[in-house]
């Protein structure tokens, strides 16, 4: 069975700093490409960024120098480093694991960032 499972999610103030991890496990880890996407309650889930197994990146416009994702293919872990966090980067933050060979797509369970004062 495939699985993603987030950690490292919590509450912080703003400029704040967060490191989200999401370890995988059941999947050809290097064969997926692997992101972080975040959802608030009533609007649609977002694509906050993206890397490839040559560890090509891809952000979203707002985290732009803020945020940065890696992995780590021997451990089957993505990270996202956040810092700088502002009040707008409150959201349930989810894991992705998306494969156009195996026509996959995986998600994780989501985990809780709170940026407030």
């Known amino acids: 069975q495939v699985q993603l499972v987030e950690s490292g999610g919590g509450s912080v103030q703003p400029g704040g700093s967060l490191r989200l991890s999401c370890a995988a496990s059941?999947?050809?880890?290097?064969?997926?490409?692997m992101g972080w996407y975040r959802q608030v309650p009533g609007k649609q889930r977002e694509l906050v960024a993206r890397?490839?197994?040559?560890?090509?990146?891809d952000y979203a416009d707002s985290v732009k120098g803020r945020f940065t994702i890696s992995r780590d293919n021997g451990k089957k872990t993505v990270y996202l480093q956040m810092n700088s966090l502002k009040p707008e980067d409150t959201a349930v933050y989810y894991c992705?694991?998306?494969?156009?060979?195996?026509?996959?797509?995986?998600w994780g369970q989501g985990t809780q960032v709170t940026v407030s004062s």
């Open positions: 992705n694991a998306h494969s156009l060979l195996y026509s996959s797509n995986y």
């Open positions: 059941g999947m050809i880890f290097s064969n997926y490409l």
């Open positions: 890397i490839g197994s040559s560890s090509i990146t």
